[in-house]
């Protein structure tokens, strides 16, 4: 009996290994697992055997169907797999052709810049200050040591509503209404983005209308120094860590000394070249230490309080980082020039 | 400023500095230096010639055939320059030379006859004509008797000299003269300074007093005038050297009496005017305001207008000059001018701002004076004058100068301590490096313990208190020794507010929904200033703000809205063919509420978009959608739903706007903003097609907007859904139907959605259909079948009575 088992298995494997449908392996298991198979028949003649026998070939038997079964379970998977693959074959597509098109919009370029100089700044501990377009020759000017009369105000064109109404020529109103507001009571780190406005007609590198961002910080003991080591993060986090920078002296009304900083020119890396106009240096922004009577103005007793401020042109850092060349693409939104910068 | 550096050479030593070098240090250490310029490009083998004889040339008319003695040789040359002759000294190329604008002198036969080099003019030489005097500019140039035969003419005519441009702002007016400038760059490069010679040797037997008198009526606006007399002057070109510095500085020279003054003029910094005393009208200078319906006729030929804000310069009579902006052409200096009345004065800058705002005059003078001159060079500067006159004119200057003198001529002081420099520079300087720096700038100081004493010198106008001398330390002292540091000591967290974080958040939204962020113009045409209104801007109250000068007519008012100029930006690049086009921006718009401003008026910061074209384009599988009214809706919903607001849509009617495609946008029952596709008509005038647009005035979403929501626990037992869909009149809103609906059902409805809309075959003439989807829920429990039918029955009858509807079977 052992032999006619062996035998059926034998058999029982290589015609399922033939097999070559799935109907055929239906057919084989009940050829030989089904009531009628040929194990089935084998095993009825167990009664025949002795005790001792037929616990041995019990499990015999038992391995054998578990073979089988096993086999009938392998073949079908492999058939199912196979036809399958045939008709994934058949779905091909043509993986070269364009995807659904999603629309990319983004932020423009100058607030990118905001943005990023703002983020600077806060991560220092500034906050951020914002004022009115519309300004008091007051705040804009007399304010900022900018009395009526004064030579200096030449320096800017303003656009006059009334005597006494203007479009803010710069930010620094928002730094006087700040001052004010504080009342000498507490120190200052603060920066203003925003627009202004100036006489000025459009061309390639003036625009009636551009945005400033400038710094105010007052507090005890503020030195030059802290503007310079300030400014110098600025300059090699906006331009890059192998800048360097370089103070001049200047004037602007608000704060004395007044300086001009100048950037190692990247393009020829301070060698000199046609960008900066052979000089290895490029001007980016004006600051100075806040002029006491423009603290004394806001209450602030300069025998105690002193500050730095410091302000540039948005545009400016824009066109000299991205290699802008003309500051009216800023303000015509042509969609080809917006588009470049979507992720700046 | 124009700065000539061989002019410069005469008070500070500049041996061991290029004029690239010397324009770097200053402006690293005062005043920016914008370019250096050379004269004239170098040339070689040109030099000074003696025209020893001058014939007419055998075979042609305008052509001159001349002997000219150039030292070692003698060469023939024929000239053509109408005024060669002989006797003169000219400047003549060599044979090999090349001239500046390229050309190469070569030995040539010109009408058969030999010439071996060429006669220069000043062009030739490479001088800017702008420089050039009139009296030389046709033809060649002739020397001065006293020039030698041989010299090099470059050094002869200062054409090697440079030129330092100086942007010289309204703080430093000191360095509007040679002299100003000539300190600083003595301090800078730590020289001794050689200031000019100032004697005058005055004729005893001529008295000033006996010729003028002088008096004052406006002594605030003029605290000194001083009045020198010059007698038998000789009007004739001013010194070769003279003229040299003028070309470089900028100035064309004219005669010896002009030039002079303009020669002072530039040395200190102090106008001059020299009077013909012939001419002048009378024997007294009375300075005073001017009058109503007064006029005068200045040195242009230009018939001034006078008022009470003129101060005037008088004979007595009339004006002769306006005081320091121009003189009159009644008493110019001219050829025949043999005695001079020399004016130097001080001017109050304010009246001199005042009448050169009025007139538009500025020129040399009027600019220094307002800007302010130095108290104490006034006067020295009259006798520098003289003293050149006696020189260079063979005046004779009468002795003694008659002057009516109420000028503050003080020096301020200012006290100092090198630890305060110290703690305002965050720097440890010894106390001897502060007092060289001053040193350095001649200025005089004494000690006091701890405390330097500083005497200010008037020729530093800008230096008043303690910061201005600090200044002065460190810019000398040199920025670059300066330590980097950040503040130190106060702390707080930075940061955004809000307001400014929903800025950002708006933006973030409308980028990523597919818009592209635009920057225009606040300022916009009147017309367009004041359309587009969102609702909360009423009729009336809201003025726009107009400039009082514009500079043109297209950016005159502020805007009422963002989208004209939006609309203007579809416009640039429709015509640059790109069609599809969706764009938002966030900015100010400014409403006045009077009509006559006389204060700041409201700034609202709106949020606008503006879309036109496709906005889905996927042409292979032929998907293609235009913008339609429910694209931009969906992205206004979608803004709100991302700031967690709920608005409502009301459809409404605006000028400029389509009349059947617009709604108006609610926030908690108050119109914000609008939504909708802008007129045809208008689109037109834009000269763009299908446009749909929305604006939204930010402030009232400010307002309401909750920074941090707060949390809601997610449902755990399971919502049932509903759909019913009601035949409805065509002109009954569905979404006032959906509110409706939401509002009975509440609170088990959470959510109602409409998921069909159907008009036209098999629906009754005049009706519609729509489908809303009902979700039921209860966060604590599971709902019950008979509660939900209740609900439903309830929403169906609510509905039908108030919409006279049915439910579609
Ligand atoms: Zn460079």
Redesign the pocket.
């Given at each position: 009996m052992k032999e006619e088992l062996q035998a059926i298995e034998q058999e029982a494997l290589a015609a399922i290994e033939k097999a070559e449908n799935s109907q055929a392996v239906q057919e084989m298991k009940v050829k030989y697992l089904g009531k009628k198979g040929s194990l089935t028949t084998v095993l009825r003649g167990m009664g025949k055997l002795s005790k001792e026998e037929r616990p041995v070939i019990g499990e015999l038997a038992n391995n054998v169907r578990e073979s089988i079964t096993e086999a009938l379970e392998a073949k079908t998977e492999k058939l199912e797999r196979e036809a399958l693959n045939e008709q994934l074959e058949t779905e091909t597509i043509d993986v070269t052709l364009p995807g659904n098109p999603v629309h990319v919009g983004g932020r423009h370029l100058l607030t990118s810049i905001m943005e990023e100089i703002e983020d600077l700044f806060i991560g220092m501990g500034y906050e951020v200050k914002e004022g009115p377009e519309v300004e008091t020759d007051y705040y804009n000017f007399e304010k900022l040591n900018l009395p009526k009369n004064h030579p200096a105000r030449d320096m800017q064109d303003t656009f006059f509503i009334t005597n006494e109404l203007l479009l803010r020529t710069q930010t620094s109103p928002v730094q006087a209404r700040t001052m004010e507001a504080y009342q000498g009571k507490r120190p200052i780190k603060m920066i203003c983005p925003g627009k202004v406005y100036r006489r000025d007609t459009d061309d390639a590198t003036h625009s009636h209308q551009f945005r400033q961002i400038e710094g105010l910080v007052v507090d005890k003991n503020i030195t030059l120094s802290d503007l310079k080591g300030t400014l110098d993060v600025f300059a090699k986090k906006m331009f890059g860590k192998d800048r360097e920078i370089r103070l001049r002296p200047s004037f602007f009304p608000f704060t004395e000394p007044s300086v001009e900083m100048d950037v190692s020119?990247k393009?020829?890396n301070?060698?000199?070249?046609s960008?900066?106009k052979h000089t290895?240096w490029i001007e980016i922004l004006g600051g100075g230490m806040v002029h006491p009577r423009v603290l004394e103005m806001s209450g602030y007793d300069s025998t105690v309080y002193s500050g730095f401020a410091f302000g540039m042109g948005q545009e400016r850092i824009a066109m000299l980082k991205y290699g802008v060349n003309d500051i009216r693409h800023f303000y015509t939104n042509d969609v080809r020039f917006l588009s470049q910068y979507h992720q700046a | 400023m124009l700065v000539s550096y061989n002019w410069l050479r005469n008070y500070v030593n500049l041996d061991h500095v290029t004029p690239e070098e010397l324009a770097e240090k200053i402006t690293r250490s005062g005043i920016e230096v914008e370019g250096v310029e050379y004269l004239a490009p170098a040339v070689e083998n040109i030099v000074v010639g003696y025209v020893k004889s001058c014939e007419k040339h055998p075979d042609a008319d305008k052509l001159n055939l001349c002997q000219v003695d150039v030292g070692e040789e003698s060469l023939q040359i024929v000239c053509g320059a109408p005024n060669v002759g002989e006797g003169q000294k000219v400047a003549v190329a060599k044979p090999g030379t090349k001239l500046p604008n390229g050309m190469k002198i070569k030995k040539v036969k010109l009408r058969g006859v030999e010439s071996n080099g060429m006669i220069c003019s000043l062009q030739e030489l490479g001088l800017d004509e702008k420089y050039i005097p009139t009296d030389v500019a046709e033809g060649i140039f002739v020397f001065p008797e006293d020039a030698e035969v041989g010299t090099p003419v470059q050094e002869l005519l200062n054409l090697d000299d440079a030129v330092l441009d100086l942007d010289v702002l309204a703080n430093r007016p000191d360095a509007l003269s040679m002299l100003g400038v000539a300190y600083d760059v003595a301090a800078v490069l730590d020289q001794p300074i050689h200031l000019p010679d100032e004697n005058l040797n005055a004729d005893e037997s001529i008295q000033a007093e006996d010729y003028i008198d002088v008096k004052i009526d406006s002594i605030e606006n003029n605290p000194y005038y001083g009045a020198f007399v010059i007698r038998d002057v000789e009007i004739k070109p001013a010194p070769l050297w003279m003229r040299n510095y003028l070309m470089a500085s900028g100035i064309r020279p004219i005669n010896n009496v002009v030039d002079i003054t303009n020669f002072v003029l530039l040395e200190y910094g102090q106008p001059l005017h020299a009077f013909d005393y012939d001419r002048f009208g009378s024997k007294e200078v009375v300075i005073r305001q001017g009058k109503e319906n007064e006029t005068m006729i200045t040195l242009d030929d230009q018939e001034r207008q006078l008022n009470e804000k003129n101060l005037v310069i008088t004979n007595g009579k009339e004006p002769v000059a306006l005081a320091g902006v121009m003189g009159g052409a009644d008493s110019e200096v001219t050829d025949e001018t043999t005695n001079i009345l020399l004016e130097a004065a001080y001017f109050d800058a304010a009246s001199v701002r005042h009448t050169v705002k009025q007139t538009g005059l500025r020129s040399e003078s009027s600019t220094r004076f307002e800007k302010g001159v130095d108290p104490n060079r006034v006067k020295r500067a009259g006798i520098r004058a003289c003293s050149l006159l006696q020189k260079y004119a063979g005046g004779k200057v009468a002795a003694g100068v008659v002057e009516v003198d109420e000028l503050d001529k003080s020096e301020k002081s200012v006290t100092i301590t090198t630890s305060k420099v110290n703690q305002r520079l965050g720097m440890e300087l010894d106390e001897k490096d502060v007092t060289s720096v001053l040193a350095r700038l001649q200025f005089e100081f004494s000690k006091n313990g701890e405390e330097i004493v500083v005497q200010v010198p008037t020729r530093r106008l800008d230096i008043s208190i303690f910061e201005d001398i600090l200044e002065e330390v460190i810019r000398i002292y040199g920025y670059d020794h300066l330590p980097y540091t950040i503040p130190q000591g106060w702390v707080q967290a930075g940061g955004l507010t809000d307001v400014q974080l929903l800025q950002r958040e708006i933006k973030n939204y409308l980028s990523s929904a597919g818009l592209m962020e635009t920057l225009t113009y606040s300022l916009t045409n009147k017309q367009d200033a004041s359309r587009f209104l969102t609702p909360d801007m009423e009729e009336g109250t809201a003025n726009t703000v107009g400039l009082a000068m514009p500079m043109s007519e297209e950016h005159s008012h502020l805007r009422l809205s963002l989208i004209p100029e939006m609309l203007r930006v579809l416009q640039h690049n429709v015509a640059r063919t790109q069609t599809d086009l969706a764009y938002y921006e966030i900015g100010k718009v400014f409403i006045s509420e009077e009509e006559q401003i006389t204060k700041q008026p409201i700034e609202n910061l709106h949020v606008a978009g503006a879309l036109t074209g496709l906005w889905h384009n996927h042409p292979w599988q032929q998907e293609k959608k235009p913008v339609d009214f429910y694209v931009a809706k969906g992205i206004v919903e979608g803004l709100f739903a991302h700031l967690e607001l709920d608005v409502t849509f009301v459809q409404t009617k605006m000028e400029d706007m389509h009349p059947g495609r617009c709604a108006e946008i609610r926030l908690n029952g108050k119109g914000i903003g609008y939504v909708g596709q802008i007129h045809p008509l208008v689109a037109k005038d834009f000269d763009v097609k299908e446009t749909y647009v929305f604006e939204i005035n930010l402030e009232s979403v400010f307002s309401v907007h909750q920074a941090t929501p707060s949390f809601t626990d997610i449902p755990r037992y399971p919502s049932v859904t509903r759909d019913i869909a009601f035949i409805l009149d065509n002109d009954v809103p569905a979404g006032e139907v959906q509110a409706v609906i939401k509002e009975t059902g509440a609170p088990l409805v959470k959510e109602v959605s409409i998921f069909d809309v159907y008009q036209g075959e098999h629906m009754e003439e005049g009706k519609k259909s729509v489908a809303y989807r009902l979700l039921y829920q209860d966060p604590s429990r599971t709902l019950k079948d008979d509660e939900v039918e209740t609900s439903y029955q309830a929403v169906v009858e609510k509905v039908n009575n108030q919409f006279g509807s049915y439910v579609r079977s």
């Open positions: 020119c393009v020829c301070g060698k000199g070249c960008v900066c290895g | -």
